[in-house]
């Protein structure tokens, strides 16, 4: 079997994590007996430097030829103050509106090695595993109208029936083989659009009567997740409320550097971390490769269907973590700081030692 892999590296860290999970990626390929080919393309202030656009027609169509895309990061300081349309940021937004990618698949997990090292309590912490599913390509983010002049600027909330009923299919799917339980964010008690939203993801929820459905506003969505995050499974949302809850889900699990995302539609997959293009630390080989290699732990699983592959890699981040190996971002007092490359090699390292140990039947994957 051979997949087709577009890289987009993009700005700041996104060539370093990407390398790093690529590191991973041919690693795991190998010892699951499939071939992955890649190619490499510019996106973000890359590209604009390059070509004077953030995306190419060239790089989309590369996209539209692969089996899934894994992108770094984009953005930087360079770029704040270009025009919306050319900003790096826009490139990332018609990729998304492009492949169709319109569910936002963001996991909030704690690694067991990390429950001292986040800013919540761990007591509050322990046992928190939910996941963010939101809705990537309609809401505010793409309403028209938009702009702005002199006197006013302005935006659309608008979603479609088709638009949340498919993102709400998936949640609940979802939920169904896990904890049996979505919750659907919203600001219902002053935005029509969410009055609208929560209608139907009621209508959706009528097909699933194993998942109980809950409803929660955005605000206090927002208070839960740091006071009681273990009470989440799907937490299912639009875009804009997804981009800020899954922020902070994110620090719950220590670092953003951790996070990694899924982004699927009928037709195409994208995989990034969910953090950002940190221009500050970028080329010093101090970027936390985990949320990207993570990232390909999805890619295997949801493009693939490569799920022991996908369980590989899990196990062996946390044992590396758990062996007290930190990237500075995620480090703390005692702990074994350690570059990108190295912590990725220590990665894979513990790839093969468990990977063997399964082979010897130690351990079943
Ligand atoms: C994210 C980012 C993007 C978003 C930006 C970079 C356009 O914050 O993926 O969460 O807002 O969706
Ligand atoms: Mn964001």
């Known amino acids: 079997m051979t997949y087709r892999i577009t890289l987009l590296p993009g700005d700041g860290i996104g060539p370093e994590v990407v390398s790093a999970a690529l590191k991973v990626m041919n690693f795991v390929a190998e010892k699951f007996n499939v071939s992955i080919q890649t190619q490499e393309r510019l996106i973000g202030g890359c590209s604009y430097d390059k070509f004077g656009s953030p995306l190419t027609d060239e790089a989309l169509q590369t996209c539209y030829d692969s089996d899934a895309v894994l992108l770094g990061a984009v953005g930087g300081y360079k770029w704040e103050n270009l025009p919306h349309n050319l900003k790096p940021e826009a490139a990332l937004l018609k990729l998304r509106k492009s492949l169709g990618l319109y569910t936002n698949i963001r996991p909030a997990k704690v690694y067991s090695a990390f429950v001292d090292s986040s800013s919540l309590k761990s007591e509050i912490l322990a046992g928190t595993d939910f996941v963010v599913f939101r809705e990537l390509t309609g809401g505010i983010y793409f309403g028209e109208p938009r702009g702005f002049d002199e006197e006013k600027g302005w935006n659309t909330m608008v979603y479609t029936k088709e638009e949340v009923e498919r993102i709400a299919h998936m949640a609940f799917k979802t939920a169904g083989h896990r904890k049996g339980v979505v919750t659907s964010v919203d600001k219902a008690n002053v935005l029509e659009c969410s009055q609208f939203w929560r209608n139907v993801v009621e209508e959706v929820a009528g097909s699933y009567s194993s998942v109980t459905l809950k409803h929660m506003y955005v605000d206090n969505a927002a208070m839960q997740i740091v006071r009681d995050p273990k009470q989440f499974d799907v937490i299912l949302t ?25 982004s699927l539609g009928s037709k195409y997959a994208l995989y990034e971390p969910v953090h950002g293009s940190a221009p500050d630390i970028a080329g010093q080989n101090k970027a936390n490769p985990i949320a990207a290699i993570s990232s390909v732990a999805m890619m295997f699983e949801h493009s693939f269907g490569m799920t022991k592959a996908a369980e590989l890699i899990e196990t062996s981040i946390d044992k590396t973590l758990s062996q007290g190996y930190r990237t500075a971002d995620i480090a703390r007092k005692g702990d074994n700081i350690v570059d990108t490359e ?24």
């Open 342 to 365: 190295k912590i990725t090699s220590l990665i894979i390292q513990n790839i093969e030692s468990i990977y063997n140990e399964q082979a010897l039947g130690v351990f079943t994957l």
């Open 238 to 262: 639009g875009n804009i409320f997804g981009d800020i809850i899954s922020d902070i889900a994110g620090m719950i699990t220590g670092s953003l550097g951790m996070l990694p995302s899924a």
